[in-house]
Nanobody
Framework: QVQLVESGGTVVHAGGSLRLSCAAS????????MAWFRQAPGKEREFVAA????????NYADSVKGRFTISRDNAKNTGYLQMNSLKPEDTAVYYC?????????????????WGQGTQVTVSS
């Protein structure tokens, strides 16, 4: 089992930056792909970014490409999402997810483990 806890969500002005963290416990996630999803009010959960076990393979949604960077520190069992040039449309609850192998997927149902989410609000 893997437990995931997100942190770092807050209110930020448009154009600002924020870094989300996802701390994993229960077992090492060094052999787990990790991902970030987000869900805005009234919308379905959507893929944001994903990273392979080693960090050598990443994937981004078109809407965040060039602005967001996903990374991980396996020694700390922690994943990160650096968000720059934030826009009001980035406002959502951001969820960290992990799966039991290293394959990177963009669809949420491939991920076994989920955090509780952290709220990011971008004001205009």
């Amino acid at each position: 089992q893997v437990q995931l806890v997100e942190s770092g969500g807050t209110v930020v002005h448009a154009g600002g930056s924020l870094r989300l963290s996802c701390a994993a416990s229960g077992r090492t996630v060094s052999r787990c792909a990790m991902a970030w999803f987000r869900q805005a009010p009234g919308k379905e959960r959507e893929f944001v970014a994903a990273i392979s076990c080693s960090g050598g393979n990443t994937n981004y949604a078109d809407s965040v490409k060039g602005r967001f960077t996903i990374s991980r520190d396996n020694a700390k069992n922690t994943g990160y999402l650096q968000m720059n040039s934030l826009k009001p449309e980035d406002t959502a609850v951001y969820y960290c997810a992990a799966r039991s192998d290293g394959v990177v997927y963009t669809l949420s149902h491939y991920y076994n483990y989920w955090g509780q989410g952290t709220q990011v609000t971008v004001s205009s």
